[in-house]
């Protein structure tokens, strides 16, 4: 592939800034800013083994696009998540931006230099957003450089109108193509090289404020897509695309910035091509909530290793439903495992160790209450303790390709298999069963070595452990039947001489 290997395995944590700090005061009966996060809090991140913290939401919504939240027709929409709704309890989206400086009641720009501070000194990095894409409806730039954004002297669909320096212009609202425009937003331009150069600014400050950035519909400003959305607004020029030169300039202070994109519609590779270390893998989700094992297997197999290594890994993010209640128990478990045992990004949601069902609507600062689920609770901390134990995210990590267990049974096809090695002799192995009964296959390893040891495996997540034969494991493989949904993550110890005969 054209794009440079990945740096280290993410394992990242998002939260809703808002809500989180809001059920933070409610708890400690005061104001939680971000200069002020109980120290319990980072402790419990460092513990569970997470490198990163993306504070989604940190920045100010503008005015004019918090009034859009707060309609009556809103309101009633909210109201089904919160019954006992309040106008406070409607902050607005966090992606209709007024600018890229944290307001003074989440804590100000001290707040979140103190943030950072405290999270890289139990090493912890910081992730932000960056929005490319638009900005809120009353940003300063819509009235004093009206110019950088998509827009009309005349009335259009889609378009707001804003009194400006240069008299009244039709500004049109930000959209994916394929939906409606976000008539809380303003569109930037992005086939003006004045655009480019002010977003790289904006981008170069952001930067210097945290560790990486997650780029919200990343794939939008691309030449070929922007150019496709807005024909109906037609402009001279058409500029180069913005991530390779961005992502360049701020790689060239700032080496170690991680750059993840959030894409879809196959774009991926486009992206991790101009420079992004990581980018969403949604298809991933969808072919696990459809319950379809071969196809998730072939969703990734079919993929060359280096992409599978560039792809961000979830079950939820503040865009998705809370995968608690899409998923049983079991199946739960069983992709839990398979997010989180890939190799590349793997992101946790605030809520989903606990098994809140209830997604809580960006534009809102307050999340239903609801009890932790006992087992989700359980189950988490063990993968995440196991996480930080056996050699998964660390090192290398190969996808295997299951072989059938006996000619004519095709329950290979059920299973995802990925090996990791940390370093010389430790060893893991991650064994899903995404089926809804029992499945057979032999994972045939690639461990160096692996013939002249005897080797022990014990299941990090429960209690099986068994003993193989290395010469038996390097010719046919290590033969797995397992229960439905099983979720076994095998960590292998060695002896170095093998057996007389088999065991």
Known sequence: MPYPPPPAQPLVYELNTRSWLRALSARAGRGITLATVPESELARWQQSGFSHVWLMGVWPTAPHSLAFSRTPANRKLWRKVLPDLDTEDISGSPYAIAGYSAPPHLGGEAGLARFRERLAARGL?????????????????????????????????????????????????????????????????????????????????????????????????????????????????????????????????????????????????????????????????????????????????????????????????????????????????????????????????????????????????????????????????????????????????????????????????DFVLVQWQAELMNFALVAVNLAPHRSQCYAPLTLPGLASRTWRLSDALGVEAFTRPGPELAEKGLYLEVPAHAARLFHFESSAVPPSCGG
């Open 125 to 413: 990095k910081l992730l932000l957003d960056f929005i490319p894409n638009h900005t809120g409806l009353d940003h300063p730039w819509v009235a004093a450089r009206p110019d950088l954004f998509v827009h009309s002297l005349e009335k259009r669909p889609g378009a707001f109108l804003a009194g400006t320096v240069a008299g009244p212009r039709w500004i049109a609202h930000g959209r994916d193509p394929y939906f409606p425009p976000w008539t809380d937003t303003a569109q930037l331009d992005y086939r003006q090289p004045a655009v480019h150069a002010a977003m790289l600014g904006e981008l170069q400050a952001v930067a210097g404020r945290c560790d990486g950035v997650r780029c919200d519909m990343a794939m939008l400003v691309l030449p070929e897509i922007f150019a496709r959305t807005w024909a109906g607004f037609p402009a001279e020029g058409r500029a180069p695309p913005f991530w390779a030169t961005a992502i360049a300039n701020v790689k060239k202070k700032y080496p170690e910035f991680l750059f993840l994109a959030e894409a879809y519609w196959d774009l991926e590779p486009r992206l991790l091509e101009l420079g992004f270390d990581f980018a969403y893998d949604k298809r991933l989700l969808e072919v696990l909530l459809a319950r379809n094992p071969p196809e998730a297997q072939r969703h990734l197999l079919r993929r060359p290793p280096r992409f599978v290594e560039r792809t961000a890994h979830f079950l939820e993010n503040h865009d998705e439903p809370r995968i608690a209640a899409r998923l049983d128990l079991a199946e739960h478990r069983a992709a839990a495992l398979v997010a989180l045992g890939l190799p590349g990004l793997r992101l946790l949601y605030e809520g989903q160790l606990e098994g809140a069902r209830w997604r809580a609507n960006i534009h809102l600062n307050r999340r239903p209450a609801e009890a932790p689920q006992p087992e989700i609770v359980a189950f988490y901390e063990r993968l995440l303790h196991a996480l930080s134990t056996t050699a998964v995210g660390r090192g290398r990590g190969e996808l295997l390709e299951p072989r059938p267990a006996w000619a004519g049974n095709p329950t290979h096809l």
